[in-house]
C-alpha cells in the first residue's frame, strides 16, 4: 500500500499539467487526401499507445509525445526508445512503400493486421486524364468560411502568392 502511493505520489509530481496541442502534417504531391488522413490517424493512434505503454513502465507521463516533440531534455528511458523506435519503424515502412504507376498500378497497403486497420490501396489515374483529388470540398468553406475560402481558391487558380496568418 506505501508502496503504490509512493508511485503515485512520483508520477504525479512527474507529471507536466500543460497540455498543447500537436498537430501531424504529410506533405505530398500525390492526390491520395482520405488515405493520408486515415494513416495520420492511425500514426496518432500508434503514439498514443506507445506513449501508454512507456508511461506504465517509466510513471512518467506523455514521454513518447515530449521525445518526438523535442520538449524532453533529460536522458531518454530505454523503455520509451524502444517505442519511439516502433514507431520510427513504422513510418520508415511508410516511406518505403512503391508509388503506383499511373493507369498502370496499384498499390496496397497492409499498415497494421487487418482486423485493426482495413488495407490502403493506392491508385493514380493515366497522364492523360485529369487526377483525382479525394479532398472534401465542404471543408475549407466550413474552416475558413464562405468569403475567405473562395478568396483563397482565386488566388490559388490565378497562382497567386497565398499566405495565410491566424489572428485571435
Known amino acids: 500500500m506505501v508502496e503504490d502511493i509512493r508511485k503515485s505520489i512520483v508520477f504525479h509530481r512527474t507529471r507536466d499539467h500543460a497540455v498543447s496541442l500537436t498537430s501531424l502534417c504529410l506533405i505530398s504531391h500525390h492526390p491520395f487526401v482520405s488515405i493520408f488522413h486515415d494513416l495520420l490517424v492511425l500514426l496518432k493512434q500508434i503514439i498514443d499507445s506507445c506513449s501508454y505503454r512507456a508511461a506504465q513502465k517509466t510513471n512518467i507521463k506523455d514521454i513518447v509525445w515530449s521525445v518526438l516533440t523535442g520538449h524532453w531534455q533529460d536522458?531518454?528511458?530505454?523503455e520509451a526508445?524502444?517505442?519511439i523506435k516502433e514507431i520510427e519503424t513504422w513510418i520508415l515502412m511508410l516511406l518505403s512503400s512503391p508509388v503506383p504507376v499511373p493507369g498502370k498500378t496499384k498499390v496496397q497497403l497492409e499498415v497494421m493486421p487487418s482486423d485493426i486497420s482495413p488495407i490502403f490501396e493506392f491508385a493514380?489515374?493515366?497522364h492523360t486524364r485529369f487526377s483525382l483529388v479525394d479532398f472534401p470540398l465542404h471543408l475549407p468553406f466550413e474552416l475558413l468560411g464562405v468569403d475567405t475560402a473562395v478568396r483563397v481558391l482565386a488566388a490559388i487558380m490565378l497562382e497567386f502568392k497565398a499566405s495565410f496568418s491566424c489572428i485571435s
Open 75 to 78: 536522458a531518454i528511458p530505454p
Open 81 to 83: 526508445m524502444r517505442e
Open 124 to 126: 493514380l489515374p493515366d
